[in-house]
């Protein structure tokens, strides 16, 4: 028996961008060639990895992401400058400031923090990377979304809808790194995202956010989505 | 045998004729009928869709607002429609979108929506004058409203378009799908890009002698056509009215055609093309920003090199061209950047971002004490700035950046 999670599923999963990305890997390059790619921009500047609010991560898991992606660009032979020099200037002018969050404050900050780091490092783009939520597809309990799967934790189906074998099918939040390569002037010409893992799970009909304790518990689903999110290279 | 087949050929063609004439005839041009267009209630539906993208779009970002830019449009308009207007009672109305793509069109209700990527490719009042006045002989033929009647049960194009007419069936029953008006392309994407040959071809030839009767030129409708031309790789301008056209030169031909025939002689009104841009100047700098936002710098550039070469008064102008070789090449290519800040600064020595961007690029070029001087002015002009304590920071240490490196 099908049943399609109705209203209280897309109440939750209603503000998350859907997992829009290509089926082939080659279309993570924008409007250039991997091998152009490679040659005019092997000298990157890394940013300090964001996290989305809806997807906070540990620092820890924000500090193996970066090391990571570093690892493995480095593999593929880019020269990364780290995200602690970007970071360096960024608190130095926000220390300037007696209110740095304020959002006219926090715009100029970004727009001198990225002019200061061009002027100091004679890099060819940028390299950015966030954790951030997502809406992945899932039926019969099971989530697939930009390269990964996960089976969906279930509970409260009761004797009855365990042995009638209900299926279920609909969005899910789910969280997702995604890494983006810029050129200096801020066009994009490297996207691609790896999934994570899911971040809700479902009550019966009902979907509902997993204890913040329960994410963010596997090293191997984060390396294997930053895997993904360079697996183009 | 060969002689039935002749005659059912003629019979056929007499029969397509006839009914071409008919269809003409039943939509007959709104100047000819005043006060009795929209026909229909169909019709008037379309003319509500029209109605309901343009109160939409009013007084938002999209437009560029300016009361005294849209003045100097309509007296365009009027200007090429004469008598008509009085004669129709017809309000005479223009939006100027923020667009880039070169494009222009007419409501059925004959307000004229133009781009300003339209108003920057022209290069004086008579070119536009060329566009504005097909755009005034779609609206006047009901061209719109006939491309929707002609093509709802038609292919790609067709279903769109039938779309809109079911669109338009609804709003007159008051139960229009505003979701569906909100798609601000609904005109350019659904209308202005249906036209068939034939309405462009009666509205180029309509629109050249408007143009003629107004005092204009008639050889400058050959340039503007012209700029008109997409070339296919134009990302921007893919899929817009001009570029689903891949004729130009026939219809160019067609034109110079007419203006030989026509024999204008004494025609010279629009060709300063230093007032033109003047009247357009908002519209051609707000137009050379979005080419800068969409990153087309060579054609930004193109631009803007042209206007301040006309314009050497404008301020503006001159800082704008300075952020697009700026935003080009961010670390190189200083001496045009600093020339253009430093023209600018010779026209308006009070255009504080003209100072800031001075002041950065000596600094980036080392030379300390001129972008201290540079700095400080731009403090002194805009001292409550959100980025005055990162440039006080550069005023204070001119060399800190070198030391870093």
Known sequence: MKKLLGCCLLLVCVALPAPLQAQKPKDAFLDIKEKTLRKEYSHLAMLPVIA?????????????????VQKIMEKEDFTLLAPAETEAIRQQFRGLYANP????????????????????????????????????NFRKDKAEWAGTTQKVESRGDGFFGTITGRDYEGQIAASAIRIVISDRGGKPLYNWMGGVEVMMQRNGEKLEPLPQEELWQSEKRVRKAVQYALKPF | MRNTASRFLLTTLFLLAFTGIAEAKKYQPINEIPGQVPETEEEEGVWQVGLAHQQKVRGSAELVNNAELERYLEGIVARLMGDMVKAIGLEVDVLVFRDPTVNAWAYPNGTVAVQTGLLAAMENEAQLAAILGHEVSHYLNRHAFIQIKSKQTQSAIGKGLGALATIAVAAKTGTVATGLLDSGRIWTDLVTSGYSRKLETAADEQGLQFMIDAGYPPEEALPAFEAMRIDEDDEINIDKIWSSHPDIDSRKKNLARRIKKAKVEGNSAGLDGAAYLRAVRLAALANSQLQVQNRDFDGAIARLEKYTGTLQEDATGFYLLGEAYRKQDPEGDYERRMGAYERALAVDDGMAAAWRELGMAYRQQGMAAQATDALAR???LKPGAADAPIIGWYRDNPGAASAAQ
């Open chain 1, 52 to 68: 989305a609010p809806a997807a906070a991560a540990p620092d820890a898991i924000l500090e193996l992401i970066s090391s990571e």
């Open chain 1, 101 to 136: 969050d304020a959002a006219d404050n926090q715009a100029a900050i970004s727009e001198h923090t990225i002019r200061e780091l061009f002027h100091r490092h004679p890099v060819n783009g940028l390299l950015s990377v966030q954790v951030l939520p997502v809406a992945a």
């Open chain 2, 378 to 380: 731009y403090l002194a």
